[in-house]
C-alpha cells in the first residue's frame, strides 16, 4: 500500500467517508460501535483512558493523513475528524462529579443524543467551531470537528448535572 493510499484509507475511516450520502454522518455513525462500547461495556475507570486515547490517536494520525492525502483540504471523504469529534462527545455520557449516572435505556439514549448533538454542532459550525473550519488546512480540518466533539461533550455533562438538579 503507498503512502497515499495509506492516508486516504485513514482519512476515510476505512472507507466510510466514500459512501454516500451524507459521508460525514456515516462517519460519525461508524464511530459510535467502537466509541459505544467503550461507553456501554467498559468500566469508566476504564472507558475514560481508552476514549481519550483514541480521540488523541484519531486527531494526531488524522491530520497526518489529512495532509498527505489532501493536501490539508476538507473534501467529502475526509471523515477521520468526525469520528475524532463524535468520540470526544462520548466523553460527556461517562460519570462525572454531580452528574446522572446513565445505564440502560438511559445510556441508549445518551449515546443517541452526543451522536445528533455532535451533527448538528458540525453542520452549523457555531463560534469556535467554524472559525477552526475556515483555517483551510489539516489541523482546521481536524480542529473544527474537535471543537464541536468538546462543546457536546460539555453540555451532556451540563444536561446530566442539571438532571440531578430536577431529580
Same mark, same amino acid.
Given at each position: 500500500?503507498?503512502?497515499?493510499?495509506?492516508?486516504?484509507?485513514?482519512?476515510?475511516?476505512?472507507? *466510510?467517508?466514500?459512501?454516500?450520502? +451524507?459521508?460525514? &454522518?456515516? /462517519?460519525?455513525? !461508524?464511530?459510535?460501535?467502537?466509541?459505544?462500547?467503550?461507553?456501554?461495556?467498559? %468500566? %469508566?475507570?476504564? $472507558?475514560?483512558?481508552?476514549?481519550?486515547?483514541?480521540?488523541?490517536?484519531? @486527531?494526531?494520525? /488524522? #491530520?497526518?493523513?489529512?495532509? +498527505? !492525502?489532501?493536501?490539508?483540504?476538507?473534501? /467529502?471523504? #475526509?471523515?477521520?475528524?468526525?469520528?475524532?469529534?463524535?468520540?470526544? &462527545?462520548?466523553?460527556?455520557?461517562?460519570? *462525572? $462529579?454531580? *452528574? =446522572? &449516572?446513565?445505564?440502560?435505556?438511559?445510556?441508549?439514549?445518551? #449515546?443517541?443524543?452526543?451522536?445528533?448533538?455532535?451533527?448538528?454542532?458540525?453542520? &452549523?459550525?457555531? /463560534?469556535?467551531?467554524?472559525?477552526?473550519?475556515?483555517?483551510?488546512?489539516? $489541523?482546521? =480540518?481536524?480542529?473544527?470537528?474537535?471543537? !464541536?466533539?468538546?462543546?457536546?461533550?460539555?453540555?451532556?455533562?451540563?444536561?446530566? $448535572? !442539571?438532571?440531578?438538579?430536577? @431529580?
Amino acid at each position: 500500500m503507498t503512502r497515499r493510499r495509506l492516508a486516504e484509507w485513514v482519512a476515510s475511516f476505512g472507507g *466510510c467517508g466514500w459512501l454516500r450520502p +451524507a459521508p460525514g &454522518t456515516i /462517519g460519525s455513525a !461508524a464511530a459510535l460501535l467502537p466509541g459505544g462500547v467503550a461507553v456501554w461495556w467498559l %468500566p %469508566p475507570s476504564l $472507558a475514560w483512558p481508552v476514549l481519550v486515547a483514541a480521540v488523541l490517536a484519531a @486527531s494526531t494520525i /488524522g #491530520i497526518w493523513a489529512i495532509g +498527505a !492525502a489532501a493536501d490539508g483540504a476538507d473534501h /467529502g471523504w #475526509i471523515v477521520i475528524d468526525e469520528v475524532a469529534g463524535q468520540w470526544l &462527545t462520548l466523553l460527556g455520557l461517562l460519570p *462525572c $462529579a454531580g *452528574c =446522572v &449516572t446513565l445505564g440502560g435505556s438511559a445510556l441508549a439514549a445518551g #449515546i443517541a443524543v452526543a451522536f445528533l448533538l455532535f451533527r448538528l454542532l458540525d453542520i &452549523t459550525k457555531p /463560534g469556535p467551531v467554524g472559525m477552526l473550519d475556515r483555517r483551510h488546512d489539516a $489541523a482546521g =480540518v481536524m480542529g473544527d470537528d474537535l471543537a !464541536a466533539g468538546l462543546i457536546g461533550a460539555l453540555l451532556l455533562v451540563a444536561v446530566r $448535572a !442539571a438532571w440531578r438538579l430536577w @431529580s
